[in-house]
């Protein structure tokens, strides 16, 4: 499976960005994707996760309801999205595109998005 992440950048407190990644290669297996984002000195953690088909979503509880995770088709390949409202300076991190497997979980990483919030 190869990950082609886009869409970090620069933000005010308070602003938005969307973070796209398109899945492509062996997909078939693709149970779920999800973003997860790692700020220098943290630990990587887990914001955001989707189901293939779309039906479930889960998030961590600090983004919730300003956070929104989606998932789209196209053939073999699959795109998950990250719309990131009222972006707080303590998130910025790099944010990275992970797939799963029943078999292996979590498995394939994107290369990573750096996402920065200035106050």
């Known amino acids: 499976v190869h990950l082609a992440e886009s869409g970090g950048g620069s933000v005010q407190a308070g602003g938005s960005l969307k973070l796209s990644c398109a899945a492509s290669g062996s997909t078939v297996d693709i149970v779920a994707m999800g973003w997860f984002r790692q700020a220098p000195g943290k630990e990587r953690e887990l914001v955001a996760h989707?189901?293939?088909?779309?039906?479930?979503?889960?998030?961590t509880n600090s983004v919730k309801g300003r956070f929104t995770i989606t998932i789209s088709s196209e053939s073999v390949k699959k795109n998950v999205y990250l719309e990131m409202n009222r972006l707080q300076p303590g998130e910025s991190a790099v944010y990275y595109c992970?797939?799963?497997?029943?078999?292996?979980?979590?498995?394939?990483w994107g290369q990573g998005n750096q996402v920065i919030v200035s106050s």
């Open positions: 992970v797939t799963a497997t029943e078999k292996r979980g979590y498995g394939h």
């Open positions: 989707i189901t293939s088909n779309g039906d479930l979503t889960q998030y």
